[in-house]
């Protein structure tokens, strides 16, 4: 019998007493125990704040980014013992794979942001804003961890997915979490965070797990924490109804279960290819997890004439879906969580039932293979038809959330826009269509009240991930019922972690702070040149004030030979009128090679290679007589991992290309790109 534990302040202790019971949801056998009641919840908060908060802050962007990807290796090795585990939730081999290397991806998604970031334990953000005439006064912001603790509350459909999803975000962040899953399935969440801890990979007090109820879990909070939830509706919105999150301003992330629906597209007629791909993508979400995800299809849109084919063809796929004990040969739905979701699921569906027909499955009784259907908590799938969903409006209210689904006719695309709104706001829709056009139509209209729009069609079919998976670089939430809030979302999600403040002084101050030199900001000359230095030594601001060159005729005919833009307003002096330019010009990216050959230093040196160019703008004119020079100056420096033993040791280092005329003014500006070698190649 497990006696699931919680893993706070430093120590796996289990809670006073019995909280809740866990079953085995294919055989309704008791598994364990599982309870947090008697933890000190301000202790730990503080904890996570102090304790974990600290070496976390101190990391850079790059650090918590390797950090994040060495957790994910470890976890991958170990994911097989996960899937045993995650068998006694109901879960099929293929509804466990989303969760469990599901959630790993998240890590390996977040760990890729780093490159994203500065080599700073905080994010410079935007662009300086100049505040005075003289140059000698600018703004800028800058973003840095907040000093609080994540606490993330989790459902029960998806108990490793659901913790990794967000904690890959906050640890990026350099903020530490407390974790409570559902106590439901807190046992498969209990084994991950075992061997995370064991692992030592992230700083002690980074990751605290509260397996129990967690009841008081919000009365420590404070205005730098940030809470997310993840469940139904109504109990985010009690949540964030505590007057603690208004009172000290605390965010409160609330992605809830909503209505969400999928559209057929009048184009995707019978014996297209996206109308054989709309049934199987349906039947998918109708089954996947037994229908346990906050995205699943709930309510399926289809053209008013379709109604009846769409009907038949999804009640003949789910006839053939085995339900019952994954581990059988053929079963392709597992069980509910419990035995109390299924109460709650055919409750809904009862409601359901007085406004809309079931047409296909019961909600007392089902087919299993291998298991008791009186013991596990197994439910069939049950297929709505609604031939009226503007006026039978039951269906855009109440959620069964489990393989339960309505199919309801539309006429235009409009209607099928409004009802999809009528769902009152929801994570994610999807249209299935081969026609641009009625897609463009269909998510202009329908994305206010959506977080994500999936468009499907043949071409994209064999890659797409489907309706209902949202994807780590991608914001994960919706309006209105939804929540209102987003996860993930790439370095959108980062951010949401980081407290942004406004930043101002002079640009040599300011280029001190943000590591990036700032326009106005002192150059002092780099010496010796700046390519014959190790990445460890060179400095920001420093510059090299290169030797200067007279542009020529000479030089506009040469290089128009070499790339073969011979543009008229290179080449054609008679062709300039009614133009702003006074006669033939200079290509810009001679301007850009010119300078390349005025800065560069030609020999052998800790320079590897120039691999890019950002920023590039040409802003004034370059006539034959002028003579230019540049201003090479170290802008920004990131490091960068070894990935071999053999590998080079090397950093990443961004040079401004500032080249200007002989009255001073810039006439081309630019970012490169070098890879720098290291002094010290163990590193």
Do not use: W
């Given at each position: 019998m497990l006696n699931v534990k919680n893993y706070v302040q430093g120590q796996w202790i289990a809670g006073e007493g019995i909280e809740t019971n866990l079953y085995n949801a294919l055989t309704g056998a008791q598994i364990g125990t599982v309870s947090s009641a008697g933890i000190d919840f301000k202790e730990v908060l503080d904890y996570g704040r102090k304790i974990g908060g600290r070496p976390l802050r101190k990391m850079t962007f790059q650090e918590r980014g390797r950090m994040l990807k060495a957790l994910a290796l470890h976890l991958m090795e170990r994911k097989n013992a996960y899937y045993a585990v995650s068998a006694l939730t109901g879960a099929t081999k293929i509804d466990s794979w989303i969760d469990i290397e599901g959630g790993i991806g998240n890590l390996f998604a977040n760990a890729s942001l780093r490159r994203q970031f500065p080599d700073l334990p905080y994010y410079v953000d935007g662009a300086a804003a100049p505040l005075s005439k003289g140059g000698s006064f600018i703004g800028h912001h800058i973003m840095v961890p907040k000093q609080g603790v994540a606490v993330h509350v989790n459902a029960f459909n998806f108990p490793i997915w659901g913790m990794l999803e967000k904690i890959a975000v906050n640890l990026m962040a350099g903020v530490p979490a407390v974790v409570k899953p559902s106590e439901y399935t807190s046992f498969l969440t209990e084994v991950v965070v075992k061997d995370i801890i064991d692992s030592k990979i992230l700083p002690e007090g980074s990751l605290q797990l509260v397996s129990g109820l967690g009841r008081g879990i919000f009365d420590s909070v404070e205005s730098e924490d940030v809470v997310t939830f993840t469940g139904s509706a109504a109990t985010g919105k009690m949540l964030k109804a505590l007057p603690q999150f208004s009172e000290k301003s605390i965010p409160f992330n609330l992605e809830a279960d909503s209505l969400n629906a999928t559209v057929l597209g009048k184009h995707a007629q019978p014996g297209t290819p996206e109308f054989d791909l709309f049934i199987k993508e349906t039947v998918k979400e109708i089954t996947i997890k037994a229908g346990q995800k906050c995205t699943a299809v709930r309510r399926i849109i289809v053209p008013e004439n379709l109604l009846d084919e769409v009907q038949k063809q999804i009640?003949?796929?789910?006839?053939?879906?085995?339900?019952g004990d994954p581990s059988i040969e053929g079963v392709r739905m597992g069980a509910l969580a419990t035995q109390t979701q299924v109460d709650r699921v055919r409750e809904n569906v009862?409601?359901?039932?007085?406004?809309?027909?079931?047409?296909?499955?019961?909600?007392n009784a089902v087919e299993i293979q291998g298991a008791d259907c009186q013991s596990g908590a197994f439910f069939s799938p049950i297929l709505f038809v609604n031939n009226d969903p503007f006026h039978k409006t039951d269906v855009h209210e109440i959620e069964a959330f489990g393989p339960v689904a309505t199919i309801m006719p539309y006429d235009t695309i409009d209607d099928a826009v409004e009802l999809a709104r009528m769902g009152k706001g929801s994570l994610v829709s999807s249209i299935v269509t081969p026609d641009n056009k009625?897609?463009?139509e269909y998510v202009v209209g329908a994305a206010s009240m959506h977080g994500r729009i999936l468009v499907l069609n043949?071409?994209?079919?064999?890659?797409?991930?489907?309706?209902?998976?949202?994807?780590?670089?991608l914001t994960h939430g919706g309006p209105g019922r939804a929540g209102g809030g987003e996860e993930m979302g790439g370095k959108r999600g980062v951010l949401h972690y980081l407290q942004r403040t406004a930043i101002q002084g002079h640009p040599t101050t300011i280029t001190a702070i943000t590591q990036q030199f700032q326009v106005g900001a002192a150059m002092p000359e780099a010496t010796p040149h700046v390519f014959r230095k190790h990445f460890e030594e060179l400095v920001i601001g420093e510059t090299v004030f290169t030797h200067k060159h007279t542009v020529t005729d000479a030089d506009i005919v040469n290089f128009a030979n070499v790339s073969g833009d011979n543009f008229y307003a290179h080449m054609d002096a008679t062709s300039l009128e009614g133009t702003i330019f006074e006669r033939r010009v200079a290509h810009g990216y001679f301007i850009l090679s010119k300078a390349a050959g005025l800065f560069v230093d030609p020999k052998k040196g800790p320079v590897l290679l120039n691999y890019g160019l950002e920023e590039a703008r040409f802003t004034k004119p370059v006539y034959p007589g002028a003579t230019i020079g540049v201003r090479f100056t170290v802008k920004e420096k990131i490091d960068q991992e070894k990935r071999s033993e053999e590998d080079i040791a090397k950093g990443i280092?961004?040079?401004?290309?500032?080249?200007?005329?002989e009255t001073g003014e810039t006439v081309a500006i630019a970012t490169i790109l070098t890879m720098v070698r290291k002094l010290d190649q163990s590193k």
């Open positions: 009640a003949a796929r789910l006839a053939t879906t085995k339900i009862m409601q359901l039932a007085k406004s809309q027909e079931i047409v296909f499955g019961n909600p009625e897609a463009t043949n071409e994209c079919a064999k890659e797409s991930t489907g309706h209902g998976s949202p994807m780590p670089l280092v961004k040079f401004l290309v500032d080249v200007y005329d």
